[in-house]
């Protein structure tokens, strides 16, 4: 007696509206080693990666910093670790914890530079071989870049991280990478690519520099950068 009961319709745009909300309101965080002289998401210098932290966070992402040797594990909340060019070698725990973690499926961003090796342990891991030297590219002159180490991108892969993007993306001092599908359990598929008028130099980038056949240099185009699938 007294009670009073409330009927509500459901129909689809309001089911959709729900699902929205909810997916807004469920934290994701993308979690930036630190420690050992990375990239800082939070530091404004040319060489760090705080304007792509501010980009995560305008796409309601959140962003956090982890020190491992403070921290023996990685926070539950995370859904990828970046680990930004270290300046220094990781500690043989910290590698430990980075491997169970590709082990048991979490997802991973990896950035070096070349002539660093202290991503070296991990790249085996992922089966990745860092060739010698830096990629350049005679066709930059043609954008009015003067800096042959600084590679242009313009044709991509058929994935869902590029997929509708056609912009030209300029990478300056890259590695070229190889990968051996026998030696790995990922699948692996080139993101990144330079032109073919672009080379991996292994001398000085000075001067008139070409391409030299009996050398460990390779021609392009050459893969600055995969993707790995498990």
Excluded at 137 to 161: A, M, N, R, W
């Amino acid at each position: 007696q007294g009670r009073t009961e409330k009927l509500l319709y459901l129909d689809e745009s309001t089911l959709s509206n729900a699902l929205l909300q909810l997916a807004h309101n469920k934290e994701r965080w993308v979690t930036f080693l630190t420690g050992h002289g990375e990239r800082s998401p939070v530091g404004r210098a040319n060489f760090d990666l705080g304007l792509f932290a501010t980009q995560l966070a305008n796409h309601k992402i959140k962003v956090q910093t982890l020190n491992l040797a403070q921290f023996s594990t990685l926070p539950d909340n995370s859904s990828l670790l970046i680990i930004a060019s270290p300046a220094v070698a990781l500690l043989a725990g910290e590698l430990t914890i980075i491997k169970n973690y590709i082990n048991n499926g979490g997802n991973l961003l990896l950035l070096t530079d070349p002539g660093k090796q202290y991503l070296q342990t991990i790249e085996q891991q992922l089966g990745i071989t860092k060739l010698p030297g830096i990629i350049v590219d005679s066709s930059s002159s043609l954008y009015g870049i003067d800096d042959p180490s600084f590679v242009l991108v313009s044709q991509y892969s058929h994935h869902p991280i590029t997929a509708n993007f056609n912009s030209i993306t300029v990478f300056p001092m890259c590695s070229a990478l190889s990968i051996d599908n026998e030696e790995t359990e990922f699948e692996s598929e080139v993101l990144l690519s330079s032109t073919q008028k672009s080379w991996s130099e292994t001398g000085n980038i000075s001067g008139k520099i070409r391409f030299d056949i009996d050398t460990q240099e390779q021609q392009g185009p050459l893969a600055l950068g995969y993707i790995l699938t498990r």
